[in-house]
């Protein structure tokens, strides 16, 4: 089925490790974005890509990489796990032209103890 | 910049009785508005949407939104509230036709009880 992919949806890190959140769109969109959503605070833009080899900062970048490397794939990296990135991760893309909507992945929830 | 603000953090309505979900934004150019819905434990799912074309727009299961420009609003509403209409709603705003204007900024949303 067509739309975006994240893995894992579950994963317990320990502070200090590292990991990486993938994140797959098969809708062809230039378009990919990665958010946090924690409780009373909505959601809340990390980093965002508008195309294969480039990205930018969102609101919240600090502690977090990303690469875009190709049209499909959009990771996210998390260099040294802190608690204070305990949260759920949506991956979003869509269409450049236009006021295309988001499409979003089902959400992968990480606990860093 | 852009910005959105969800007025009610929670609402609570009885099973079919009115639901009013109230957005207010701010903008520096022509504005998109969405309204995206997440139930419990699931990614977020598109309401509806305007781009400059009719101010009421109407989306998926009943809901609608009307945008009103002198009062910077673009408010949800439903006639009769369901039980399954209990969710996370998130009003969202975008200036698509600025030089930021590919990221989208949520509101932090309102948590919607339905009772019966």
């Known amino acids: 089925n067509a739309g975006v992919t994240q893995t894992p949806k579950f994963q317990v890190l320990k502070t200090g490790q590292s990991m990486t959140l993938q994140c797959a769109q098969d809708?062809?969109?230039?378009?990919m974005s990665w958010y946090r959503q924690d409780p009373g605070m909505g959601l809340r833009l990390i980093h965002y890509?508008?195309?294969?080899?480039?990205?930018d900062q969102g609101e919240v970048p600090n502690g977090y990489n990303v690469s875009r490397s190709t049209t499909e794939d959009f990771p996210l990296r998390l260099l040294s796990a802190a608690p204070s990135q305990t949260s759920v991760y949506f991956c979003?893309?869509?269409?450049?032209?236009?006021?295309?909507?988001?499409?979003f992945g089902a959400g992968s929830r990480l606990t860093v103890l | 910049a852009q910005s959105v603000t969800q007025l009610d953090s929670h609402v609570s309505v009885s099973e079919g009785t009115p639901v009013l979900l109230r957005c207010n934004y701010s903008?520096?150019?022509?504005?998109?508005l969405f309204w995206y819905v997440q139930h419990p434990n699931k990614g977020l799912q598109l309401l509806l949407k305007?781009?400059?074309?009719?101010?009421l727009v109407k989306g998926i299961n009943g809901f609608e939104a009307e945008f009103k420009k002198s009062e910077t609003s673009f408010h949800l509403t439903k006639p009769s509230a369901h039980m399954s209409d209990a969710a996370e709603y998130f009003c969202?705003?975008?200036?698509?036709?600025?030089?930021?204007?590919?990221?989208?900024?949520f509101g932090k949303g309102t948590s919607l009880l339905v009772t019966p």
């Open positions: 979003a893309s869509r269409l450049i032209a236009g006021a295309n909507v988001l499409t």
């Open positions: 890509s508008v195309g294969a080899g480039i990205t």
């Open positions: 305007y781009t400059s074309a009719a101010t």
């Open positions: 903008s520096s150019y022509s504005p998109s």
């Open positions: 969202v705003v975008s200036d698509f036709g600025s030089n930021s204007g590919y990221a989208l900024n």
């Open positions: 809708m062809n969109h230039e378009y």
